[in-house]
């Protein structure tokens, strides 16, 4: 006796956004303004024992790289949009134009995942009773576009911009409240590094530990690195 099918709604779980449009540019504009900023930041303290020009320096850094990141991140969306719309919409001239060879190249690559041919055809038969659907199954199935899930290049921008801001303004803080040592910056910045790496271990299969250690060891060097050689250009300059 066959058992029945388990109720759907019993078996439902939720994924996280792994293909959306604003998880990477968020998690890359967080970082990166962080990162690049901190480093900025040291550099210029390496080369300048006064305050004023690392603050400047600071916000320079942070308005134009959250505007970088904002206007690469749209266009690099935007880019990859018009290339599945222009995909989707060749498709939809090839079914239009030989839909009978499309419903047969549809059932194969069902028969193709294992599906019995004649289940198969008839699935592909019934796909085919609507052009729309047509598309839009011809389009995830040959091309993995999920024509009612195009990434947002406004929603990449506007992340992009907002997490790098938000990570450039960290090492910033200290300077801003009127703190004329370093060592507040190093580490809120060290420990904000170690933050961001455990959290994004929360979408992938790392430990958060690891994740932490290893971004606050990559951004510690990379802010070391441009220590030393603003100190290096500051005492010749000087």
């Not at 690099?76 to 599945?84: I, K, N, P, T, Y």
């Not at 289940?119 to 011809?138: F, K, L, M, P």
């Not at 990559?218 to 441009?226: D, F, H, M, V, Y």
């Given at each position: 006796m066959t058992e029945p099918l388990p109720?759907?709604?019993?078996?439902?779980?939720?994924?996280?956004?792994?293909?959306?449009?604003w998880l990477r540019p968020a998690v890359f504009g967080a970082m990166d303004g962080l990162v690049s900023n901190f480093a900025l930041i040291m550099g210029v303290t390496g080369g300048s024992s006064d305050p004023k020009p690392v603050v400047v320096a600071g916000l320079a850094g942070l308005v134009a790289g959250a505007c970088s990141m904002a206007a690469g991140e749209y266009t690099?969306?935007?880019?990859?949009?018009?290339?599945?719309v222009a995909q989707v919409a060749i498709e939809r001239a090839e079914i239009l134009g030989n839909e009978s060879a499309e419903e047969a190249e549809l059932a194969a690559m069902f028969v193709d995942k294992g599906v019995d041919e004649e289940?198969?055809?008839?699935?592909?038969?019934?796909?085919?009773?609507?052009?729309?659907?047509?598309?839009?199954?011809?389009?995830?199935e040959e091309m993995g576009i999920d024509v009612d899930d195009l990434p947002s290049p406004w929603v990449a921008a506007s992340s992009s911009f907002v997490s790098f801001?938000?990570?450039?303004?960290?090492?910033?803080?200290?300077?801003?409240?009127?703190?004329t040592s370093s060592l507040p910056t190093?580490?809120?910045?060290?420990?904000a590094l170690f933050a961001c790496g455990a959290i994004v271990t929360r979408v992938t299969s790392r430990s958060w530990w690891y994740g932490g250690v290893r971004q606050l060891v990559?951004?510690?060097?990379?802010?070391?690195?441009?220590y030393l050689i603003g100190e290096a250009i500051g005492t010749q300059v000087g």
């Open positions: 109720d759907a709604e019993s078996v439902m779980h939720e994924h996280p956004d792994v293909q959306g449009g690099s969306v935007a880019s990859q949009r018009e290339l599945a289940v198969a055809r008839e699935v592909a038969s019934q796909i085919h009773r609507d052009v729309d659907n047509a598309v839009a199954v011809h389009a995830q801001a938000v990570g450039a303004l960290i090492p910033l803080l200290p300077l801003m409240l009127g703190v190093i580490v809120l910045s060290l420990l990559l951004g510690g060097a990379a802010a070391g690195i441009t």
